[in-house]
Structure formats: structure tokens, C-alpha cells
């Protein structure tokens, strides 16, 4: 059974930083792509980065490009979050994701059926 445990989020002024991280079990880690999804309150969740299962290869949102980077680690089977220059419009639940499919890459095609193991989800709140 897989799990993804997200874990670094919480409340920061604007301009601040935070990293966000997602420890997953129950699969070879190494074989799937993973992305960080975000919820607004009333608004749908939204792919904004997605990294490759070798890290080799990295999407990130217009919203996000610049100011968040995605990274992971296979070693301790941990996907990365940093996330720098927060605005108040970032303020969203973040979710971890895993691809459902090893070996699987679609960049910026990727929709949120393509994803099969989620974790439960951690706030982040930016305040102006």
C-alpha cells in the first residue's frame, strides 16, 4: 500500500520561504514520476510541479516558475517542495502525489488522473 506523507507546511509573511516535503512508502520510489498539487479554498487542485522519476526532468507552472523549485531525493524516498517569494495567492492546501504508472512522463500534459496515490494534504498560509 503506498503513503505519502507530506510534512513543512504552516503560516509565512509574504516574501517568505517554505519547504515542503513528502516521504513515500509502499513503492520503488525510484520508478515514479511525483508532483506537488495545490487546492485554494473553491477551487480545483492543480498540478503546479512534477518532477521525473530520475529527477532528470522538471515541470513547473507559470504561477510557480522562478520562485518554487522541485527536487527529490531517491536515496530516502523523499520529494521536495521549496518554495521561495510566497505571495498570498499561494496560500492553498499542497498535496503529494505519485504517477500512477512507473516510467511515466507527460510534463506539462499532465492531469490529475494520471496521478494514482495521494497524501493527505498540508496548509500552507501566506499572509499579506
Known amino acids: 500500500q503506498v503513503q505519502l506523507v507530506e510534512s513543512g507546511g504552516g503560516l509565512v509573511q509574504a516574501g517568505g520561504s517554505l519547504r515542503l516535503s513528502c516521504a513515500a512508502s509502499?513503492?520503488?520510489?525510484?520508478?515514479?514520476?511525483m508532483g506537488w498539487f495545490r487546492q485554494a479554498p473553491g477551487k480545483e487542485r492543480e498540478l503546479e510541479a512534477a518532477?521525473?522519476?530520475?529527477?532528470?526532468?522538471?515541470y513547473l507552472t507559470d504561477s510557480v516558475k522562478g520562485r518554487f523549485t522541485i527536487t527529490r531525493d531517491n536515496a530516502k524516498n523523499t520529494v521536495y517542495l521549496q518554495m521561495n517569494s510566497l505571495k498570498s495567492e499561494d496560500t492553498a492546501v499542497y498535496y503529494c502525489?505519485?504517477?500512477?504508472?512507473?516510467?511515466?512522463?507527460?510534463?506539462?500534459?499532465?492531469?490529475?488522473?494520471?496521478?494514482?496515490?495521494w497524501g493527505q494534504g498540508t496548509q500552507v498560509t501566506v499572509s499579506s
Open positions: 502525489a505519485a504517477v500512477a504508472r512507473p516510467h511515466v512522463w507527460s510534463g506539462s500534459s499532465f492531469g490529475r488522473s494520471d496521478f494514482g496515490s
Open positions: 509502499g513503492l520503488t520510489f525510484s520508478n515514479y514520476a
Open positions: 518532477i521525473s522519476w530520475s529527477g532528470g526532468r522538471i
